[in-house]
């Protein structure tokens, strides 16, 4: 199927390198269906709707290894193979990729057009069309470690993927008190593979919208205009549908802490939405369920717990109040229907869960 016009590829220097591959990948030949990808975070060769795609878990600059491997993989899904990867690689006049600019507002900027703003910073970075995700995302850690890894973002300012725009996103919005920001997950079926996608959702004045990256435009950016979480998520399904994809799940997870510095981990999954075992009423009834559960948690001023484990066996520290984030689980807070989230804060995160190819 034709490729999106969801951000082009690009040819950024990561350090210690050569330009990366800037070339988009063609749509994968058919393989078998499979109900669940690869989803171990120490899966080195993860999947993208059947086709290959790699981590760099060396950090930056990359390593010879890490940066051969990705030229061999682009060699490999790119309808030119290997001509491609010399092109580019024995090119001794390519161009100078400008840096974006990180956005900055003055305290009179309203607060949609900040989005725009951070979007469009998003959108300059362009979408990694190389198969090698150059930032590794460990859903697993404290959001003050996920905002260090957003700073070095900007700072590198080489293409992301999904999962990293998310990150990214929360990062440059930390600022917006009055915005909520909470994790949207899809699952699609297409040609008999699954595909992933992660994009930040937003909720403004109780308007709700998403900030994100997609190889196509109308998977990625949506202004706070949805009236409720249900209109923003069937617009959504109806972009997938247009993509000859079909919508299976549905994940989502409670509202971001603003404070860069926190301890506490992103809830990713707080509800888990199955297509195929809801009705399309039951569908919108459990998305405006947990749109009430967000905004009670936010009256309540309770959040996700703290990661750490002592403080977890620690229920009678002094420094907890009687609207300790840990009663949360209790079953008086936790929501009647819909899948929930499992409690093991040591299961191992879904690095394949953002994933998407159309």
């Known amino acids: 199927m034709p490729m999106p016009g969801g951000g082009g590829a690009a040819a950024r220097r990561p350090p210690g390198g050569e330009a990366a591959a800037a070339a988009p990948a063609p749509a994968p030949a058919p393989a078998p269906a499979r109900e669940e990808e690869q989803e171990e975070e120490g899966e080195e060769d993860l999947r993208d709707g059947g086709v290959p795609f790699f981590v760099n878990r060396g950090g930056l600059p990359v390593d010879e290894p890490t940066w051969e491997r990705m030229w061999r993989h682009v060699a490999r899904i790119h309808p030119e193979g290997e001509r491609v990867a010399q092109r580019i690689r024995g090119a001794s006049d390519l161009p100078k990729i400008p840096i974006p600019s990180v956005p ?3 305290p009179s900027t309203p607060i949609p057009e900040r989005l725009e703003a951070v979007q469009r910073y998003i959108r300059e970075l362009q979408y990694n069309h190389t198969g090698t995700q150059f930032f590794e995302i460990k859903k697993s850690r404290p959001l003050t470690g996920l905002m260090d890894l957003a700073k070095e973002m900007t700072k590198e300012a080489l293409p992301i993927k999904c999962l990293e725009a998310v990150i990214l996103g929360i990062y440059l919005t930390n600022n917006m008190t009055t915005l909520d920001r909470f994790p949207i997950s899809f699952k699609t079926h297409f040609s008999g593979n699954y595909f992933r996608h992660i994009v930040l959702g937003v909720n403004f004045g109780g308007r709700y919208g998403a900030l994100g990256i997609s190889r196509r435009e109308e998977l990625m950016y949506k202004a706070p205009v949805f009236r409720t979480l249900s209109e923003l998520i069937f617009d959504f399904e109806e972009a997938y549908r247009r993509c000859w994809h079909t919508l299976k799940k549905v994940k989502l997870g409670h509202c971001v802490s603003h404070d860069p510095h926190s301890v506490e ?3 990713w999954k707080h509800s888990i939405l199955d297509l195929d075992k809801l009705s399309r009423e039951d569908f919108r009834k459990d998305l405006e369920r947990h749109a009430r559960d967000m905004r009670l948690k936010i009256g309540k001023g309770t959040g996700p717990p703290s990661p750490t484990k002592d403080r977890k066996k620690d229920v009678s520290s002094p420094q907890r109040g009687q609207a300790s984030p840990h009663r949360r689980n209790s079953r008086g807070d936790r929501r009647p229907s819909g899948e929930k989230k499992p409690t093991d804060s040591k ?12």
């Not at 299961?347 to 159309?358: E, F, H």
């Open 104 to 106: 900055a507002f003055q």
């Open 265 to 267: 981990q992103i809830e």
């Open 347 to 358: 299961a191992m995160p879904d690095l394949n869960g953002y994933q998407i190819r159309v």
